[in-house]
């Protein structure tokens, strides 16, 4: 099974969802940094339902060694942007990003890039959902934004 990094909106988005416990099913090993732990920490305190990370054991806080002074110039999240460093000093790794800009900044750099979509398909390939319609629809209703072409791809993918 391969290893993942993992940004803030696909943990939070996945656990909407009640599918995050997918994660461990489909790697090895998941890593955060501990700028998204701070990010799901304020959103926890601006009263929004988050994830906890120190309630997944699976889930590992590894933080960068450094980051590249072109990350900080881009318009990205701290949690953006430590996942983005995380992944360039371990490029084996799939990063976890659903951001528009730090998925093209990941790919450019030639880092395998899925988002949450991604995950639901593999989950789905797995065997551990039958159908993602609903998943990709609650989705929507729990704030993520899909366009009604990607919605459509994703379930064409799918086969449904």
Same mark, same amino acid.
Request: hydrophobic fraction near 45%.
């Given at each position: 099974?391969?290893? *993942?990094?993992?940004? @803030?909106?696909? &943990?939070?988005?996945?656990?909407?969802?009640?599918?995050?416990?997918?994660?461990?099913?489909?790697?090895?090993?998941?890593?955060?940094?501990?700028?998204?732990?701070?990010?799901?920490?304020?959103?926890? #305190?601006?009263?929004?339902?988050?994830? /906890?990370?120190?309630?997944?054991?699976?889930?590992?806080?590894?933080?960068?060694?450094?980051?590249?002074? $072109?990350?900080? +110039?881009?318009?990205?999240?701290?949690?953006? /942007?430590?996942?983005? *460093?995380?992944?360039? $000093?371990?490029?084996?790794?799939?990063?976890?990003?659903?951001?528009? &800009?730090?998925?093209? @900044? *990941? #790919? @450019?750099?030639?880092? +395998?890039?899925?988002? @949450?979509?991604?995950?639901?398909?593999?989950?789905?390939?797995?065997? &551990?959902?039958?159908?993602?319609?609903?998943?990709?629809?609650? &989705?929507?209703?729990?704030?993520?934004?899909?366009?009604?072409?990607?919605?459509?791809?994703?379930?064409?993918?799918?086969?449904?």
């Amino acid at each position: 099974m391969p290893e *993942a990094i993992s940004n @803030t909106s696909p &943990l939070l988005y996945l656990y909407r969802i009640n599918a995050i416990d997918w994660l461990p099913e489909l790697f090895n090993e998941i890593w955060t940094p501990n700028a998204v732990v701070l990010e799901l920490r304020e959103g926890q #305190q601006r009263g929004y339902d988050v994830p /906890v990370p120190s309630a997944y054991a699976w889930l590992q806080i590894v933080e960068p060694q450094s980051i590249p002074p $072109e990350l900080k +110039t881009l318009d990205l999240g701290m949690g953006e /942007v430590a996942a983005l *460093a995380l992944a360039l $000093e371990t490029p084996h790794r799939i990063v976890l990003l659903d951001d528009g &800009l730090a998925r093209r @900044t *990941a #790919q @450019t750099s030639g880092l +395998t890039v899925w988002g @949450t979509l991604r995950v639901l398909l593999e989950a789905k390939s797995q065997g &551990l959902t039958e159908s993602i319609t609903p998943l990709v629809d609650r &989705l929507r209703d729990s704030g993520m934004w899909i366009s009604e072409d990607i919605r459509n791809r994703i379930l064409n993918l799918a086969g449904e």
